[in-house]
């Protein structure tokens, strides 16, 4: 077991921000499209029955992991049973789970990817290897080796995988063998709604993660593992290990909302509101810094993009001014030096997405302005 | 990591019971206690801060942390501050971060001791071994293993340690500085409403584990951890990697129960009724079922005994009938033969625990009997 994992820069930089900070750094939903009254609707129902407050099983309560496995079966072209579910604290528990029970020593990531998976997978000392492009996998996978992907609207760069990709990935699993974790948190959020059929639906030993914190709300900490019955069965005793179960009042909860609201009806406002605050966002960085070079994204909750200079001193420098948002550097395995950084454009008002641009922006350019005075001054005893 | 660890048959239990079982198995807390009309208030007025369903910080949110700290300072003895707690998802969840980020090879237990322990402790590859007498420990422990313990009401035994058992505890830590985990989750279910000052109060390297699962409700899922800042920071790293956070409502939940009613007060009711509950189990044993060697206990949520044959196999045959309890055997780290038994008192009703009992004891008599038949059979061609 590895011993010395550093923070996550990441929450490192949301624990230093503070009501004046404007942040573009962490991964949060935007809070006013929470569906608070239906939330508050189903947990004072929920809040009738007593056992929402006794411990319950580990893989999960019945109702909810049967309204999951509908989800697949309907909505995602993956026919799925409740069996096939297991209910974990935040998608985030999965890695943990799987690792745990299932990899020996190594996972393969796509270059970039995102940093709380790279946490778990070190936290178990697992090595962790960066891939950047698919056929290198031919070489690199072998039976034991997990394989870590974000097919959609992936976390840090937005980006999803086309079909000729994912035919490859099943292609080179099935010759390999190796064990695959899929995952879907951002899979529902395309800004018009289209919705890709999972790699894992084409591939047995393999396990897709799924969340409600970006569709309906992080702070209940309800994720879920699709996965044959297989192999379920076998991570049940790492998730009991860990915290018994997710908790049974954020279950009932989510369970009573989806029984009483249409998801799909709730998604359509937040997709909607999602797209408007991607373009504002982009027009800013059109606008105010045209040097940052960028593709609008087609969903999800980030503009990912590369400056002319290392992102990781300027980040640092801004979060100084009290504006966050976290450079790429720190979604490689790696560490390695990048220009590249994340913006998350679905926490902050239109004003503060310009604010801070802006702010960005004029940093940049008075930085640049002070290096041309200072080399007109090393030259003035020439002159 | 090992990879293959065994279910615990206590979940496996849980998870077989239906609504015919009479279980003395689970350490279910009677749901008819949960401070429920406190629960919707405190509820209700969290669900007003949309706050409530976003992302938190990793540590815990400050104002439960707080109180949590004030409970160590004014009612344990113990003077704490803020930055000394930690909130984790179930207490469970702290044998898993304080293993991975301190635990090298091995932990120390007593025998027998709480099964989820054991199963956290094997999960992650831990070499877990038991002692017998705290004396072992001079020879046993080093600098890097880790102890566990649970000095009050402790499961399955129910036994509370006395003070020169825990002046022999500091002496050793002392002198071996090794890693202290200490159990707390029964230690303010004294029925008589005493509470002993942690071992942890008086030894630096060492963490004490808290839940409100036993105390306000399972359901929840919120624990924490109490342990030196500079060692809470270095596991801070494991906690998010794991989930990122409790979930945020649930601690307000608490937090807000907190706020507006008596801890105590409500502990009162619930020790009062857990021992009355255990006067009535006494009873029923000593009237049905003379040969099960027991002691009263003086608080937590079990009694803990021992047939005159083999619990585990009494115990699978009690199962058929839809009667659960637990053999001590699977509390044991290295799973040793046992006719002792862990019998929870507080989640049934004094019907069923009567009948339970009565039920055992007659599946005994019947058992024993059907022995003295099939001798007194096996002899009549020589009678």
Same mark, same amino acid.
């Given at each position: 077991m590895s011993k010395k994992i550093e923070r996550s820069y990441i929450r490192e930089i949301l624990d230093a921000t503070n009501k004046e900070t404007i942040s573009f750094a962490g991964g949060l939903p935007d809070e006013n499209l929470f569906p608070m009254d239906s939330l508050k609707k189903a947990s004072s129902k929920v809040l009738e029955d007593t056992l929402c407050m006794q411990y319950s099983k580990s893989q999960g309560i019945d109702e909810l992991r049967e309204k999951i496995a509908n989800l697949y079966t309907k909505n995602l072209d993956f026919p799925t049973t409740k069996d096939e579910i297991m209910i974990t604290t935040g998608s985030q528990q999965a890695f943990d789970i799987i690792s745990k029970t299932f990899l020996e020593d190594e996972v393969l990531v796509q270059t970039p990817t995102y940093i709380g998976a790279l946490s778990a997978f070190k936290v178990l000392g697992l090595k962790v290897k960066g891939f950047n492009y698919i056929g290198s996998l031919n070489y690199e996978l072998k039976s034991s080796s997990g394989l870590y992907i974000m097919?959609?609207? !992936?976390?840090?760069?937005?980006k999803t995988l086309d079909n000729n990709h994912r035919d490859e990935f099943v292609h080179i699993l099935n010759k390999k063998n190796s064990f695959l974790i899929e995952d879907? !948190?951002?899979?529902?959020?395309d800004f018009e709604g289209k919705i890709n059929k999972p790699i894992c639906a084409r591939y047995k030993k393999s396990f897709h993660l799924g969340s409600f914190s970006k569709i309906i709300a992080p702070g209940l900490r309800v994720g879920w593992i699709r996965a044959d019955k297989n192999l379920l069965e076998r991570i049940l005793v790492s998730k009991e290990a860990l915290d018994l179960h997710t908790p049974t009042l954020n279950q009932m909860i989510i369970n009573q909302f989806l029984e009483d609201n249409d998801l799909f009806n709730h998604l359509k406002k937040i997709r909607s509101n999602y797209k408007d605050k991607m373009e504002f966002m982009s027009v800013c960085f059109e606008k105010y810094m045209p040097s940052f070079q960028f593709s609008k994204p087609e969903g999800g909750m980030f503009i990912y993009g590369s400056f002319e200079e290392d992102s990781f001193l300027l980040a640092k420098e801004m979060l100084k001014k009290n504006i966050a948002f976290v450079p790429a550097e720190v979604f490689f395995h790696d560490n390695k030096k990048s220009k590249e950084a994340r913006f998350n454009f679905t926490n902050s008002s239109k004003e503060d997405i310009e604010k801070g641009i802006k702010e960005i922006s004029k940093t940049i350019i008075d930085k640049s302005e002070s290096i041309w005075f200072k080399m007109f001054k090393e030259r003035l005893p020439f002159l």
């Open positions: 097919s959609d609207f !992936a976390n840090p760069n937005a879907g !948190a951002y899979s529902l959020l």
